[in-house]
């Protein structure tokens, strides 16, 4: 069956430092996401990305956030300077079409712990 | 205002036993899609169930089904015959058709199913 993976699965920076969590959606999927979730918390949308571009985004992905599908296949969050509570996971989802209905299929996440 | 509410921050069920997870939500949009996600301790997000808004039956998926009731803007998952491995952290979300349908989440009722 086909799924999301994403890499890696659990990441230990520095604060200051960057970070890149990578992301391989499925094949034929079009539209893209990053969500979070801070441990103990509820999952929290971060950005959507359609045809190149983002679509949507939340008040959380701020300038420090950046967002790439460099060759087709990857789907990359960028993490410019991290701080302490950048500390998360971090769901990369990815679907076939738009509308309500349709599944949206979850990778395994990326554990990110900010030092 | 919440767009999904979980009123349960945790449920215990005995094993063989069946258990509902309370989730309404808030949209003035008339057309939605409403989900259920289970999340293990592992961390990593499985979808359950789908339910649009226009579907005139109640969706079932194995032992999951969704009594989904629409003037009360209810939607809550059943688990019939609950296992062990049923212990998790379970999310509502909905997606409205509006836009680029992004899923919000709730915050999540945790499971523990004991023998």
């Known amino acids: 069956e086909p799924e999301v993976t994403q890499t890696p699965s659990h990441q230990v920076t520095q604060m200051g430092q960057e970070v890149i969590l990578r992301c391989v959606p499925i094949?034929?999927?079009?539209?893209f996401y990053w969500y979070r979730q801070i441990l103990g918390q509820k999952v929290e949308f971060l950005v959507s990305?359609?045809?190149?571009?983002?679509?949507?985004k939340s008040e959380i992905f701020d300038d420090q956030f950046s967002v790439e599908r460099p060759d087709g296949s990857n789907f990359t969050l960028k993490i410019r300077s991290t701080k302490l509570e950048d500390s998360a996971m971090y769901f990369c989802?990815?679907?076939?079409?738009?509308?309500?209905?349709?599944?949206?299929?979850f990778g395994e996440g990326s554990r990110l712990t900010v030092l | 205002a919440q767009k999904i509410t979980q009123t349960q921050p945790g449920m215990f069920v005995q094993e063989k036993e069946a258990v509902t997870l309370d989730c309404t939500y808030d949209?003035?949009?008339?057309?939605?899609?409403l989900f259920w996600y289970k999340q293990p301790s592992s961390g990593e997000m499985i979808f359950l169930i789908y339910?649009?808004?226009?579907?005139?039956q109640n969706a079932t998926e194995g032992r999951y089904s969704l009594n989904f009731q629409k003037a009360r803007k209810s939607a809550n998952l059943v688990i019939s015959a609950s296992q062990l491995g049923d212990s998790a952290m379970y999310f509502c979300?909905?997606?409205?058709?509006?836009?680029?349908?992004?899923?919000?989440f709730g915050k999540g009722t945790m499971l523990l199913v004991s023998p």
């Open positions: 979300a909905m997606r409205e058709n509006s836009g680029y349908s992004t899923l919000t």
């Open positions: 949209t003035s949009d008339p057309s939605y899609g």
């Open positions: 989802a990815s679907r076939e079409g738009q509308g309500a209905t349709g599944e949206l299929f």
């Open positions: 990305f359609y045809n190149n571009e983002i679509s949507e």
């Open positions: 094949s034929n999927h079009l539209y």
């Open positions: 339910q649009g808004s226009y579907d005139q």
